[in-house]
């Protein structure tokens, strides 16, 4: 899939869309776990340099992910919390090669439920600015 292939720059309009479009055609539960890891794992990544931008400029510095979704709560960029640490649990799963095929449906429902929400929130507060 073209959107899984690093370099591919899109704003963070894209991202949503995508993100959308993926969850109502049920493309997602097609997907091999691989797949969907990969694509949650650049979405989070995205959110990260987005959110981290907003913090420099706020003069926030971050030296790992959870300081950067830490800090964006203290501005208020991120309102729910508990959302944004089951999506750094989840990131710390696929990080370590611990997700595994049965942890393919938790993270389906997950990517369409509270996180779909979180995203749509976010993009309210973060400028739309290109990043790969």
Avoid: C
């Avoid at 055609?25 to 959110?51: A, C, G, H, W, Y």
Wanted: proline residues 1%; without cysteine.
């Amino acid at each position: 899939m073209s959107f899984l292939k690093e370099g591919k720059k899109l704003s963070y309009n894209e991202v949503i869309e995508m993100h959308q479009s993926l969850i109502k055609q049920d493309i997602l539960p097609q997907l091999e776990t691989e797949e969907i890891n990969s694509f949650f794992m650049r979405v989070m990544k995205f959110i990260e340099e987005k959110l981290n931008l907003h913090l420099i400029a706020a003069g926030y510095k971050a030296n790992n992910t959870q300081q950067v979704f830490e800090n964006a709560a203290r501005l208020r960029l991120t309102t729910d919390t508990s959302v944004w640490q089951q999506a750094l649990e989840f990131q710390q799963k696929i990080e370590s090669k611990e997700n595994t095929d049965e942890d393919k449906e938790s993270l389906i429902k997950f990517m369409s439920g509270g996180f779909l929400e979180a995203l749509r929130h976010l993009g309210h507060d973060v400028e739309v600015t290109r990043i790969e």
